[in-house]
C-alpha cells in the first residue's frame, strides 16, 4: 500500500522560509519519480515542482524558479522542498505524490496517493 505523509508547513512572514518534507512507503521511491503539488483556496491544485530518480532530472513552475529547490535522500525514502523568500501568494496546502516522470508539464498524476498535506501560510 502506497502511503505518503507531508510536513513541515507553518505561517510565516514574506520573505521568510520553510522546508517540506515527505516520506513515503509501499513503493521502490528510488526508481520513482516524485512530485510536489499546491491547492490554494477556491483554486485548482498546481504541479509546483517535480524530480527525477536522480536529483540531475527537475522541474520547476515559473513562479518559483530561484526561490524553490527540489531534492531527495533516496536512503530516507524522503522527498524535501526548500523554499526560501516565500510570498503570500505561496499559501496554500501542498501535496507529494510519486508521478510517472518528471517534466516541465508538471501535470497532476492520475494516481490517487495524495497525503494530507501540509499547510504553508505566507503573511504580507
Known amino acids: 500500500q502506497v502511503q505518503v505523509a507531508e510536513s513541515g508547513g507553518d505561517l510565516v512572514q514574506a520573505g521568510g522560509s520553510l522546508r517540506l518534507s515527505c516520506t513515503a512507503s509501499?513503493?521502490?521511491?528510488?526508481?520513482?519519480?516524485m512530485g510536489w503539488f499546491r491547492q490554494a483556496p477556491g483554486k485548482e491544485r498546481e504541479g509546483v515542482s517535480c524530480i527525477g530518480r536522480s536529483e540531475g532530472s527537475t522541474a520547476y513552475v515559473d513562479s518559483v524558479k530561484g526561490r524553490f529547490t527540489i531534492s531527495r535522500d533516496n536512503a530516507k525514502n524522503t522527498l524535501y522542498l526548500q523554499m526560501n523568500s516565500l510570498k503570500p501568494e505561496d499559501t496554500a496546502m501542498y501535496y507529494c505524490?510519486?508521478?510517472?516522470?518528471?517534466?516541465?508539464?508538471?501535470?497532476?498524476?492520475?494516481?490517487?496517493?495524495w497525503g494530507q498535506g501540509t499547510q504553508v501560510t505566507v503573511s504580507s
Open positions: 505524490s510519486p508521478i510517472p516522470s518528471c517534466s516541465v508539464s508538471l501535470a497532476l498524476p492520475k494516481y490517487d496517493y
Open positions: 509501499g513503493l521502490p521511491f528510488d526508481v520513482i519519480s
